[in-house]
């Protein structure tokens, strides 16, 4: 079974054969060169570029947007450079009831994960004789092995795949970039590194329990991408490569691109998850397509649903770190699941699907191609979750797909599995136009770039999943776009409707035995049935009591389902409404007086 494992099929070996690009090998590359009677492979860099595409890429002409993303990208770079490797290994502890060492191990891990790949990235996408980073580069890269090469004697288990696998892709990416300037011995310590850990995981994986069905989907997907890239970045050097790229590849065919999103192009999970599942199955499928030829794209056409960005995706991300809120920009999205983290994966769905609205969504992140920073701290060592995409967006922008939205495009989505159970309104693709979410009867309401109400009925805690509504409705007549249900009954509701009518005005009826409760962004005017922004955004209390409000009503901080508080460098606290019902009904309006901003050319 194990040489059955190892052995590449023989079209791949032909693809691997025929994509070998000699002129790119460096003098050193030559000398490491695979033996004779190994397959041929093209010479490192060769998972996302080689040097004639970097060559390629330093030449081309930047538009706006690209030059952004260049620009986020290199300010991101300048900062990693600055910041000192990592000395210490953190060691898994028996004892850990809130998840403290759990998450101080992913955090940290999350953390150089980024600034290996981002300082690697700067490194090879520099000019060769202007490359300020290649000095950090190094040195992070072998600090990182060198740390994170002792999980070699922590036994595989399936909560630290989450984080184990990610940090040694990070070392792969980091080997396959600056591999032609590593020095032989550099070389021998990165691989030494990546082999016993990836082998570990490799026998885990093959226990039936960790292989498919029965692993968690969104965990799967985020283990198995990182095993497989991993896998190609050391294919033609270690003999165990193949078995490992043979797993991962299996892994995605037998399991994850058939089951890890549901049928309408979600998670069962959290929306945050779709974003986090396509951008790892991209990097691995992009990966495996430049270095063996096999498209996974192609045998699974309907792997990169993009049906949830257009739905949820409200508005702007600004470039502040305190715009990292909770539906800011992405309903239902947590605070460090906003646009900033969406918008590689609609720079690649752009470039894929050849659609100017993926790359319209992504010009609303003012930060795209940056390092995003996050509120996720952990609260004695200081550990800061880090997510690295930025380059990969760099790497993705397609500069001929305009930056425009589209003719024709839907107003109402529904994502109607019962586990999932999300409707969504949109008055437009415009910045500043009224987008509509329930999920499970919660609701939030965006106008104006904002969230003007956010339930504080909880339904979209992944957590401790609610159950689905009953009788749900999602409809379009052209004029007026509807979401109608029943429920949650166990909050005292009963018939929900919202209706988005055109110009600018949508109605929120829910019939109830108790108050609505919510929370706002920003400083409204405030009369006892209106609030009012600055830009001319209007809610009014249409039926029910007039509007009690508390200042500062609503502190939404980061906290772990085990009861962990992590240490927030921005907490948020926001302003609440309550609203009592009168006769059984609650019914609040949402009016745009002003027009939307312009579309972004």
């Not at 030829?293 to 309907?302: I, K, N, S, V, Y």
């Not at 979750?385 to 989505?413: C, D, I, K, N, S």
């Not at 009954?489 to 949508?506: I, T, Y």
Request: aromatic content about 10%.
């Amino acid at each position: 079974m194990r040489a059955q494992q190892r052995r590449l099929p023989v079209v791949v070996v032909r693809l691997i054969l025929a994509a070998a690009i000699g002129a790119c090998c460096s003098a050193s590359a030559v000398a490491d060169a695979p033996a004779p009677d190994k397959p041929t492979i093209a010479p490192h860099p060769r998972l996302y570029l080689t040097l004639a595409e970097r060559d390629a890429f330093l030449q081309a002409p930047k538009n706006p947007l690209r030059q952004r993303i260049w620009d986020n990208f290199l300010a991101s770079a300048a900062w990693c450079r600055l910041q000192p490797p990592r000395t210490e290994w953190i060691p898994t502890q028996a004892e850990d009831p809130q998840f403290e060492n759990l998450y101080d191990r992913f955090y940290a891990a999350m953390h150089d994960l980024a600034i290996v790949e981002t300082l690697a990235f700067a490194s090879v996408l520099s000019p060769p004789d202007e490359d300020p980073y290649f000095d950090a580069a190094r040195s992070w890269l072998l600090a990182a092995a060198r740390v994170w090469g002792q999980e070699k004697d922590n036994p595989p288990d399936a909560s630290k795949a989450y984080a184990v696998l990610r940090i040694h892709k990070g070392l792969a990416v980091g080997y396959d970039l600056l591999y032609p300037r590593l020095t032989a011995e550099e070389r021998d310590k990165i691989r030494g590194a990546i082999v016993p850990v990836l082998s570990a995981y490799h026998e885990f994986f093959l226990e039936p329990t960790n292989a498919g069905a029965g692993y968690n989907k969104h965990h799967g997907s985020v283990d198995a991408a990182p095993f497989g890239v991993a896998a190609l970045a050391l294919l033609g050097e270690e003999d165990e490569a193949e078995a490992w790229l043979d797993l991962a590849i299996r892994k995605h065919v037998d399991y994850l691109l058939p089951e890890a999103l549901t049928p309408s192009g979600t998670s069962d999970q959290s929306s945050n998850f779709w974003a986090s599942t396509l951008l790892h199955r991209i990097q691995f499928m992009e990966a495996l397509k430049r270095v063996t030829g096999r498209d996974l794209f192609q045998e699974f056409p309907e792997s990169l649903p993009g049906r949830m960005a257009l739905a949820a995706v409200a508005g702007p991300h600004p470039d502040r770190f305190e715009a990292n809120e909770p539906h800011r920009s992405v309903l239902f999205g947590p605070n460090y699941g906003q646009l900033n983290y969406w918008s590689p994966v609609l720079t690649y769905l752009a470039r894929h699907d050849r659609r100017s609205i993926y790359q319209y969504l992504a010009s609303w992140d003012t930060t795209l191609g940056s390092l995003q920073r996050t509120r996720f701290i952990t609260p004695t060592r200081k550990e800061e979750l880090l997510f690295g995409y930025g380059h990969y967006a760099l790497l993705w922008h397609a500069p001929e797909v305009a930056a425009v939205t589209e003719q024709g495009l839907p107003r109402v989505f529904e994502f109607p599995e019962p586990a999932v159970n999300e409707a969504y309104l949109r008055e437009s693709f415009e910045e500043g136009s009224i987008v509509v979410a329930m999920l499970k009867g919660g609701v939030v309401l965006h106008a104006g770039g904002r969230a003007v109400f956010v339930d504080l009925m909880k339904t979209a805690d992944p957590n401790k999943p609610s159950p689905p509504v009953e009788d749900m409705l999602v409809a379009d007549d052209g004029r007026t776009a509807l979401i109608r249900c029943v429920g949650p009954q166990s909050q005292a509701v009963g018939v929900q409707k919202l209706e988005l009518a055109p110009q600018g005005r949508l109605t929120f009826t829910r019939h109830t035995t108790k108050p609505v409760t919510w929370w706002f962004m920003d400083d409204p005017h405030r009369t006892p049935r209106r609030l009012t922004w600055n830009d001319g955004t209007e809610l009014v209390v249409e039926q029910g009591s007039d509007l009690e409000l508390v200042d500062d009503g609503h502190l939404e901080t980061p906290v772990h389902f085990g009861g962990m508080k992590f240490a927030d460098p921005c907490p948020h606290q926001y302003h609440t409404a309550k609203v009592a019902p009168h006769e059984g009904i609650v019914q609040l309006s949402i009016r745009r007086t002003g027009p939307p901003a312009a579309e972004k050319k």
